[in-house]
């Protein structure tokens, strides 16, 4: 099992910046990817930022490329994503997610929060 506790959200100005940030415990040994995924109010649940648990392996959204930075501290076991020149259209609920091997996302967190105001 892997428990994961997500943090960061908030409330932010269009064109400010937040950090999220994923605190995975149990069987972290186990993980193979970690990711960011999104969902807005009325919308299906979207890929932001995955990388991979044990290299440098990044992998980002369209929406997210050159605005978003996903990074891992690996002394914490905790994965964030930081998020620059914010829009009103990145407003959804955060949720980071642990897969045990490729494009299998098994565990989840409980969602984090995120509102751009304009």
């Known amino acids: 099992q892997v428990q994961l506790v997500e943090s960061g959200g908030g409330l932010v100005q269009a064109g400010g910046s937040l950090r999220l940030s994923c605190a995975a415990s149990?069987?972290?040994?186990?993980?193979?990817?970690m990711a960011w995924f999104r969902q807005a109010p009325g919308k299906e649940r979207e890929f932001v930022a995955r990388?991979?648990?044990?290299?440098?392996?990044?992998y980002y959204a369209d929406s997210a490329k050159g605005r978003f930075t996903i990074s891992r501290d690996n002394a914490k076991n905790t994965v964030y994503l930081q998020m620059n020149s914010l829009s009103p259209e990145d407003t959804a609920v955060y949720y980071c997610?642990?897969?045990?091997?490729?494009?299998?996302?098994?565990?989840w967190g409980q969602g984090t929060q995120v509102t751009v105001s304009s």
């Open positions: 997610a642990a897969a045990l091997r490729p494009a299998a996302y098994t565990y």
């Open positions: 149990g069987r972290t040994s186990s993980i193979y990817a």
């Open positions: 990388r991979i648990w044990s290299s440098i392996g990044t």
